[in-house]
């Protein structure tokens, strides 16, 4: 089958951006990624769009309708549809795009995706993304994501003699690489006593311990035609793109302090790249809680995860550099938006475009975008020949 | 926008606990399903509902400061997953006892509440919570 490679990506700013609205910020991280592209509309033959609840947060569905209309390639003809996995939306959009491509039934496809968090009051906005538990048998008692989050944590800690700066100290590492990256949401650095001592949102957890509610889009072009690919200027290979998933509900899972859906989907990008753990050499993972990050960095790499947090490994200059761009904890988490920034950031780093934060000699790079605590989990792991 | 008969289909299950068995393989659920994990096809027609005692002990719990909209007026609150006597979790809120006195083990039973309201004058919509016992 033939390769698929991301040549133009695009991306708005992360953060409060009460100035833009949803299809604003859409076509301006569409329009980016083409001119990286160096393509133009007539060359699309598809457009994917990764949203995961503006039905909720700006009364609108159809979204990709609306993206392609409003980034004035409606009178194209376009196909155009949205993709909906929780936050793990833009991963998802990713994978149904690539696998259009690989097929061969389109060319060059945009990927893009966009969440307008901001304008609702931040208790709708707990109740909106808690849409992605089961509304029937969590949220009906009063059930928040991060309230999942903290049951996962308090868990852990009596099973496995986690300690919290064990996992406290994920959001000081992002917040130290999101102070070195132009498009974050929050630049200000971190300590580890600010994360436990912050205001509570879900005890253990404080508001230090979760990503924020942003405004933002990003895009990506990816494509299998040879004469695009060979006049880009730094095509990156999707190397792998891989999809899993496991009970919607924490609790109908056999354990609940463990993702199995990405220990699946991690070990099966990792077969189908034909790479191990040992080619990677940067991580993004789905930071939406500290806790999660752990999670998900043992589901990688096992009980070395935590040695790894001990002996610092996680900072961009040392030998497991994650989540560089800043994570969703603070470059921002615009929910649909965030799997396709995770690409972008890939991107950067393995052109060698990412400046102060980059990771010297990258090659290859793993992303994981997480729908839920671990319900929907997608793997992609892009690179350099 | 009414909820009504979105509420009442489960109401049998949120007042008196009901799951269901899969008789294939004999494993309890709760929440109720209509296919059991295990066995799929074949628990086809072989699910059949079971009450709960009620019992059991908190597996895990959080006190929520950052709550939804509707609950607002009680936080913090506290949200636990519950280890049944029979053997499903269940998500709940433990109510009536200090958030200190809660710890992972704790024995509770459940109880008939009010959980939430639908607007001013719409609905009650009642369901189980947990107390120390």
């Known amino acids: ?385 | 926008m009414s909820e009504v008969p979105r509420f009442w289909r489960e109401s049998k299950h949120r007042y008196r606990l009901v799951g269901t068995r899969c008789e294939n393989c004999g494993n309890l659920y709760f929440p109720p399903r209509d296919i059991c994990p295990t066995c799929r096809r074949e628990s086809i027609n072989k699910m059949k509902e079971e009450e709960l005692s009620g019992e059991g002990e908190v597996y895990s719990y959080t006190v929520v400061h950052d709550g939804l909209e509707q609950f607002k007026m009680q936080v913090p609150y506290i949200i636990a997953i519950i280890k049944t006597k029979e053997g499903p979790l269940i998500t709940g809120q433990i109510v009536d006892c200090n958030p200190e006195n809660v710890k992972i083990g704790s024995q509770v039973k459940s109880t008939l509440r009010k959980v939430r309201t639908e607007g001013k004058s719409g609905i009650i919509q009642y369901g189980y919570k947990f107390i120390l016992k």
């Open chain 1, 1 to 385: 089958m033939r390769d698929v490679y991301i040549i133009g990506v695009g991306s708005t700013r992360y953060g409060e951006l009460w100035d833009m609205s949803l299809r604003e910020l859409a076509s301006e991280a569409g329009l980016k990624a083409l001119m990286d592209a160096g393509i133009k509309a007539e060359e699309i033959d598809a457009l994917y769009g990764a949203n995961t609840s503006a039905g909720q947060f700006i009364d609108q569905e159809h979204i990709a309708a609306l993206i392609s209309d409003y980034s004035g390639i409606s009178e194209l003809g376009i196909p155009a549809v949205r993709i909906e996995a929780g936050a793990a939306s833009g991963g998802a959009a990713l994978n149904q795009a690539y696998l259009a491509v690989k097929s061969g039934q389109y060319d060059t496809v945009v990927v893009g995706g966009v969440e307008k968090m901001t304008d609702v009051p931040s208790e709708v906005a707990n109740e909106i993304i808690g849409g992605s538990l089961d509304a029937e048998w969590e949220t009906f008692f009063g059930v928040t994501e991060a309230s999942i989050a903290a049951m996962i944590a308090k868990r852990h800690e009596y099973d496995e003699r986690v300690k919290r700066e064990h996992y406290a100290v994920f959001p000081v590492i992002s917040h130290k690489h999101a102070s070195m990256n132009p498009s974050s949401h929050f630049k200000n650095v971190i300590k580890l006593e600010d994360v436990i001592n912050a205001s509570p949102v879900a005890e253990p957890l404080t508001v230090y311990d979760t990503a924020p509610l942003s405004d933002g889009a990003s895009a990506i072009v990816i494509t299998a035609d040879k004469k695009k690919i060979k006049e880009s200027e730094n095509p990156i290979k999707v190397k792998a793109s891989t999809m899993a998933n496991d009970f919607l509900s924490l609790h109908d899972r056999k354990k609940i302090d463990s993702f199995k859906a990405v220990n699946k989907s991690v070990k099966e990008s990792l077969k189908q790249s034909g790479l191990n753990l040992s080619n990677i050499d940067g991580y993004e993972i789905h930071d939406s809680y500290s806790i999660g990050s752990l999670i998900q960095m043992e589901e990688i790499f096992g009980k070395e995860a935590i040695k790894m947090v001990e002996n610092d490994e996680y900072y961009f200059n040392s030998s497991h550099p994650l989540n560089v761009s800043g994570g969703l904890k603070a470059h921002g988490n615009p929910l649909g938006a965030v799997g396709l920034y995770q690409a972008i950031e890939a991107t950067i780093q393995l052109r060698g475009k990412a400046g102060e934060r980059q990771i010297k000699g990258s090659k290859n790079m793993l992303i994981h975008n997480m729908g839920g605590l671990g319900t929907t989990s997608v793997t992609t792991i892009l690179g350099v020949e």
